[in-house]
């Protein structure tokens, strides 16, 4: 399973950006979508996730600026980031698993995008 990220880019305090996450592929069901992000000279940290059923949980940093929701029907995870601060600048990587079609039959995956950068500053 192919994960393609998009949607980041520059972007001034207060900004908004939404990024993009579509998985493709061999994909029977997702379970959890999520988004991360790793800042120069930090570990990478969760950002926000949604499960199957619609639950989703922010880290702290985040809550009440960015809201994450997903398309099932096209297999699409969103984050829209609000009132961007400047702490905020990161690659941005969406995480997707689930159940895949294998040759042998059902198999799980876990899936990483390639990245997408993510810069706030005047």
């Known amino acids: 399973v192919q994960l393609q990220a998009s949607g980041g880019g520059l972007v001034q305090p207060g900004g908004s950006l939404r990024l993009s996450c579509a998985a493709s592929?061999?994909?029977?069901?997702?379970?959890?979508m999520g988004w991360f992000r790793q800042a120069p000279g930090k570990q990478r940290e969760s950002v926000a996730a949604?499960?199957?059923?619609?639950?989703?949980n922010y880290a702290d940093s985040v809550k009440g600026r960015f809201t994450i929701s997903r398309d099932n029907a096209r297999n699409t995870v969103y984050l829209q980031m609000n009132s961007l601060k400047p702490e905020d600048t990161a690659v941005y990587y969406c995480?997707?698993?689930?159940?895949?079609?294998?040759?042998?039959?059902?198999?799980?995956?876990?899936?990483w995008g390639q990245g997408t950068q993510v810069t706030v500053s005047s």
């Open positions: 592929g061999t994909i029977f069901s997702i379970n959890n």
């Open positions: 949604i499960t199957s059923g619609g639950s989703t």
């Open positions: 995480h997707v698993d689930g159940t895949g079609w294998g040759t042998n039959g059902l198999h799980p995956f876990d899936s």
